[in-house]
């Protein structure tokens, strides 16, 4: 699907501000709704919502689903209105922050309100509420039935990964099962209620975005966490052992500067996947597109191959290419759920293979000025230089800040943006939205932090690191008019 030439920003739903600790779908979501839609800003870009837990840093992309969505952004005041809190409940927990999240304070504040508000609707909920709540679970129950019982049998083993639960349930035998869900019924029945409550949080939310002219771009990890309902309850179309182990894990190799990484989720069993009509990743673009209007596909270049570790190794370098599905699979995704709007992020392995895939389907993928050469003449990452099919950023959830990159260029580099951009650097942040929004690229894509202008410090993620991340948030006065209307103005210009 050819996308209009337009414009968004990039921020995550926890860095919004809200009275619990994290951003989430509530007011706070809504205020950064009416800035972008003052800024006359087209799309609102966000990282995979699923739940997220301390154990792997709060990272979005080791989430528990890639289809249930994160308790933490379940607005308790929502729930609230709804007579499943008390005012007392909806105090915020003590020492919170506007600025970061404390997500073990949060997860812990947040979760004992769940609980709380689902024992109240299990012990008064109306006739309707409870059909509703019934509709919801058979609605949604290919993927809900399995990650309800996955969170109940993780609470009631104490957060132990599935692969060391007892035998019977580690191998889902049916007997097992089957009387899981009946001992846990009480604890599946409330992740399914934290679940509905986040559906109907979302499905509002969106359609909030949808009046103000702002459309959702939602996230697809190319892999789904080992510890994940999606692995247990689809062991098949991974490469696991005998065990249910992984064989072989994601990464990618060294390059000259670097060793590579490991990332450590399972690879998919490709074989199987085609062989059943790619039948679980239609699911889960099923459900995506029923909460989002575009998506991004990370590490689109697993799709045409991918790097795969033996688990055993720790080095990267034992690592070898494999085929990974090709043009068989988005034709099948064509062909089944039609010509769905993607983004492709294509940075780092950009060979004729990737580029081919990604071109044979038209898919736009992704240029960011921090990855560019500001020396070398027609650098593919210099704005003056993207293809129309592309999608410009100022910077990622990846990488560092515009005005935290800027600070650590070398002087010769500095000296080269100045020339390019024609500008002395003292509104960095402005200057290459300028440039980005200036471009070719029919996508134009900046973060909140940087049309703040703030530092390293406001980075979301550093990648190749295991705490410390998804933590910075906007204040509400961050949400500043002026800089809305700067944008706007901005847009109209380059006529996004």
Request: net charge negative; with cysteine.
């Amino acid at each position: 699907m050819r996308l209009e030439r337009q414009s968004g920003v990039f921020c995550h739903h926890t860095s919004l501000p809200g009275p619990h600790g994290v951003g989430d779908l509530g007011d706070g979501a809504r205020a950064f709704v009416d800035f972008l839609a003052a800024a006359d800003q087209s799309l609102w870009q966000f990282c995979p919502v699923g739940p997220t837990s301390t154990a792997t840093g709060n990272s979005p992309y080791q989430s528990y689903s890639a289809f249930a969505g994160n308790p933490l952004l379940v607005d308790l005041r929502a729930l609230g209105d709804a007579g499943y809190l008390t005012d007392d409940e909806l105090d915020p927990p003590a020492d919170v922050s506007p600025h970061e999240v404390d997500y073990e304070a949060v997860t812990a504040f947040k979760t004992d309100r769940l609980r709380s508000a689902f024992a109240r609707f299990d012990a008064e909920a109306s006739d309707d509420e409870r059909a509703a709540f019934a509709a919801f679970r058979e609605r949604e129950a290919d993927w809900l039935a399995d990650y309800a019982l996955f969170m109940a049998l993780k609470d009631a083993y104490d957060g132990a990964g599935w692969t060391d639960w007892p035998d019977d349930v580690r191998t889902r035998e049916a007997d097992a099962l089957a009387a899981a869900r009946e001992t846990h019924a009480d604890a599946i029945s409330y992740h399914a209620f934290v679940q509905w409550r986040f559906d109907e949080q979302w499905r509002a939310l969106a359609d909030y975005a949808r009046d103000a002219g702002v459309g959702l771009v939602g996230d697809i990890p190319l892999y789904v966490a080992f510890d994940s309902a999606d692995v247990w309850a689809n062991p098949d179309a991974f490469r696991l052992d005998d065990d249910r182990r992984p064989a072989e894990v994601g990464g990618v190799p060294p390059n000259p500067g670097d060793d590579g990484q490991r990332w450590g989720n399972p690879v998919y069993d490709w074989d199987y996947l085609r062989e059943h009509g790619y039948d679980w990743w239609l699911a889960r673009f099923e459900r995506l597109f029923d909460l989002v209007d575009i998506a991004r596909i990370d590490h689109f270049k697993g799709f045409d191959e991918f790097w795969a570790i033996p688990a055993a190794a720790d080095d990267p370098a034992a690592g070898r290419w494999c085929d990974g599905p090709g043009a068989d699979f988005f034709e099948t995704v064509r062909d089944e759920l039609g010509d769905l709007p993607f983004f492709v992020e294509d940075l780092g392995f950009l060979d004729e293979g990737v580029a081919s895939l990604r071109e044979r389907f038209d898919f736009p993928g992704m240029r960011v000025p921090q990855y560019a050469d500001w020396c070398a003449d027609g650098h593919m990452y210099k704005p003056m230089h993207y293809p129309e099919n592309a999608v410009g950023y100022t910077s990622t959830h990846d990488t560092d800040t515009v005005v935290g990159y800027y600070r650590a260029l070398d002087e010769r580099q500095r000296d080269c943006l100045h020339y390019a951009l024609g500008t002395d650097g003292s509104e960095i942040h402005w200057d290459l939205v300028e440039a980005v929004w200036n471009s070719n690229a029919v996508v134009a894509m900046t973060t909140l932090p940087d049309l703040l202008g703030l530092g390293g410090d406001a980075r979301f993620n550093e990648p190749g690191t295991a705490s410390g991340n998804w933590r910075w948030r906007v204040t509400e006065d961050g949400l500043d008019a002026d800089v809305a209307e700067r944008l706007r103005q901005v847009t109209d210009r380059t006529i996004r």
